[in-house]
């Protein structure tokens, strides 16, 4: 049995913060930033009662709501996030608190922005072993938090928000997956955690914001996601033109344009939101998906193609029929 999608959904806070108004308070442009990224605007929480969570519920209730399901139905809740609320308890489990139910396990996962992909992969491997049979996967982020809103290089990027997908196994659904690490290159995107400060020793750390090396992880992903695709594609013996969609991270339009354009295969075949939403790290192939479906473009029997790049580093992509 694999994993098969029977609903989703998404939440976006309600806040819309366009390109001119970051550039009110760092050195930028509309036109730095549209021409760079392909990003106009993006959704930002502005109030108490917008956070990881709250995001993540309102996801997840959608997504449940969509598929038939209900809480209690749920053998596993997943979370994928690099900006949970608390350090513990998990995200995972305080959606769980939230939704009502206490059958699942519940836990979080962090792979960046390919952790929507690192979630389905991993609620795949237990459908496959017979341990379970039915996931909440989630893709949470409030990187507005983490981010260094004095660094123009970064801080322009980033969007909140939250995409969540109930799976059931079935005997259709996931056709492969792949996942894959690089510890070495942690370096050119990362975020600092909080630093010791105990009686017996004081660390001299600068608080975690967001560092990323911007010309080193295009490099990086504009290599590693189109041969993560072509490995996919190769196992599963699926033409390339024979996917109806690829739903790829949404992190800047040229790389997804690149991706193309070395697969040789049409835009069409890659929507994009990385426009009016940002980069939303693991929330943001959760968050596709959930648009295009709700626009009506899939179709049953569809085949989708995800596959994404993060911090870590990390990548990931599956192979599915809708
Ligand atoms: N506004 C105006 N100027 C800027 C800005 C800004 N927001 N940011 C940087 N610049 C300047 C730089 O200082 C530099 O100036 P200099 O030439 O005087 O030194 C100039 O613009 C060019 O900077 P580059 O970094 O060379 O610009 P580049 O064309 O590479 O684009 C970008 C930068 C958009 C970050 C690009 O490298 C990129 O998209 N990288 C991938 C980023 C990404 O995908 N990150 C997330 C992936 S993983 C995850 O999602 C967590």
Not at 24 to 47: A, H, M, P
Not at 82 to 93: E, G, K, L, M
Not at 213 to 231: H, L, N, T, Y
Not at 280 to 290: E, H, K, R, V
Request: proline letters at 3%; charged letters at 20%; hydrophobic letters at 45%.
């Amino acid at each position: 049995m694999r994993a098969k999608i029977i609903g989703t959904g998404s939440c976006l806070p309600d806040k819309i913060v366009t390109n001119d108004a970051l550039s009110s308070f760092v050195d930028t442009s509309d036109e730095w930033i549209w021409s760079r990224t392909g990003i106009r605007e993006r959704r930002l929480v502005s109030s108490e009662s917008e956070t990881t969570v709250s995001m993540a519920v309102s996801a997840a209730k959608a997504a449940l709501e969509d598929s038939g399901l209900l809480p209690q139905d749920l053998d596993l809740i997943l979370v994928s996030t690099v900006s949970s609320d608390f350090i513990t308890p998990s995200t995972a489990c305080l959606v769980q608190r939230e939704l009502g139910t206490c059958n699942a396990a519940a836990f979080d996962l962090n792979a960046a922005c390919s952790g929507f992909l690192f979630a389905l992969n991993t609620a795949d491997a237990y459908f496959q072993a017979g341990i379970f049979r039915t996931a909440l996967l989630i893709g949470v982020e409030t990187l507005s938090k983490i981010v260094d809103w004095h660094d123009r290089s970064t801080c322009v990027l980033f969007g909140d928000g939250a995409g969540a997908a109930v799976v059931k196994a079935a005997p259709d659904g996931m056709i492969a997956g792949l996942q894959g690490s690089d510890g070495s290159g942690g370096d050119i995107l990362s975020c600092r955690g909080r630093a010791c400060g105990s009686p017996f020793f004081h660390a001299d750390a600068s608080p975690g914001c967001l560092h990323m090396d911007g010309r080193k992880v295009f490099q990086f992903a504009v290599k590693k996601v189109p041969e993560c695709i072509q490995s996919l594609l190769q196992a599963a013996g699926v033409d390339a033109g024979d996917v109806s969609y690829y739903l790829l991270h949404q992190a800047n339009s040229r790389i997804i344009s690149s991706i193309a354009q070395k697969l040789k295969l049409p835009l069409e075949k890659f929507p994009m939101n990385v426009e009016s939403r940002g980069n939303t790290s693991a929330a943001s192939i959760p968050i596709l998906l959930d648009e295009v479906h709700r626009a009506g473009m899939l179709s049953e029997g569809d085949l989708l193609l995800f596959s994404g790049f993060g911090a870590g580093l990390t990548w990931g992509a599956a192979l599915l029929r809708w």
